[in-house]
């Protein structure tokens, strides 16, 4: 559900007037299943911000594109997290 409506958010609207989604996000074709189902889960998360700031979902962002703005986000978030951790610790 999540899938669909990344890229497709008027699909509550569409679903009471009978009409499908049109739209479908890039598939990923990766031979290495857990990094093809990291970058697909990682694209659904990128369209969803998208959304969030008021953008229109792209449905054809390449998967290795949100991939890596994905570990990006997550590395600055630990690190922010990290430096938070050691001035409450010496805090205390």
Not at 37 to 64: C, D, E, K, Y
Not at 66 to 76: F, G, K, P, V
């Amino acid at each position: 559900m999540g899938t669909a409506l990344a890229v497709t958010p008027d699909l509550p609207d569409r679903r009471h007037t009978g009409r499908e989604a049109d739209r479908q996000l890039r598939p990923v074709t990766w031979s290495d299943k857990a990094l093809a189902s990291a970058a697909g889960m990682a694209q659904v998360r990128h369209q969803l911000r998208r959304i969030a700031r008021g953008g229109r979902p792209t449905p054809r962002t390449h998967p290795a594109i949100a991939l890596l703005a994905e570990q990006r986000r997550q590395r600055r978030a630990l690190r922010r997290y990290r430096t938070w951790l050691n001035t409450t610790r010496r805090a205390a």
